[in-house]
């Protein structure tokens, strides 16, 4: 496998975890050696490990010396102690060479430390700007920039014919997505997409009312329901 292959692997597997990952964005992470794939993953749910630390726990599980390999990851490693120990103590710790990411972290506590911390530490770090990982974060980074969520359009995302997607900021924007009509395809298996078959307005109504959601329109045959929706407050720009 390429580090291409590795990258649109990684992507693939940050994908099947959309929706899942609350308060964190999804990722995905290849641990490779030459063209031999070591072990791979994508984040848990909040409180349990992160992409790269699965990816290495599954390269160990099957044999493999993380020491000296690749890791490509959709999403600059984290630095900080959150939920879980930093990403890069654990890259760092197991003596990875190389780490390939897809994107920056848009969050204010990493924001390039996290690269910076291994390119310190004698890591060869590349970032490749990948069109498919920057796409995975949109929501998050739109949040953290603006307070306000990312409504998806159809034809928005490859995968799934979502009619329209709303992006909840009231709970962690990147994570929880909420589909306005059912598509016309299968759902998705993300635990926490939620699929709906009342009318756009009803639904955005209700969850209106509820209190809890912010609802981005920024799609013009959208807006007229923009008026009776209350925009995000300086409150809900923190993520939680
Ligand atoms: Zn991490």
Same mark, same amino acid.
């Given at each position: 496998m390429t580090e291409r292959d590795a990258m649109a692997e990684a992507v693939r597997r940050a994908r099947s975890v959309r929706g899942t990952t609350a308060p964190n964005p999804p990722v995905g992470a290849v641990l490779m050696r030459g063209d031999l794939v070591l072990g791979g993953g994508a984040t848990h749910p909040v409180g349990g490990p992160h992409a790269e630390v699965v990816a290495l726990a599954e390269a160990r599980a099957a044999g493999?010396?993380? *020491?000296?390999a690749t890791m490509v990851v959709t999403l600059e490693p984290c630095c900080h102690h959150g939920r879980t120990p930093p990403c890069t103590d654990a890259l760092l710790a197991a003596g990875v060479a190389r780490v390939i990411a897809g994107a920056v972290d848009p969050f204010p506590r990493v924001a390039g430390r996290g690269l910076a911390r291994l390119r310190e530490a004698g890591v060869d770090v590349v970032v490749v700007d990948d069109a498919a990982a920057a796409a995975l974060i949109a929501p998050f980074a739109k949040v953290l920039a603006t307070g306000l969520p990312q409504l998806e359009c159809a034809g928005n995302d490859p995968e799934h014919s979502y009619d329209a997607v709303i992006v909840d900021v009231a709970r962690p924007a990147m994570a929880m997505t909420l589909a306005v009509r059912a598509p016309p395809g299968p759902a998705p298996? $993300? *635990?926490?997409?939620w699929w709906s078959d009342e009318p756009e307005e009803v639904l955005l109504r209700r969850l209106a009312a509820a209190g809890r959601h912010r609802v981005l329109l920024d799609v013009a045959d959208l807006?007229?329901? $923009?008026?009776w929706l209350a925009p995000a407050t300086s409150r809900d720009r923190r993520p939680r």
């Open positions: 493999h010396d993380p *020491r000296g298996s $993300a *635990r926490e997409v807006t007229p329901w $923009a008026s």
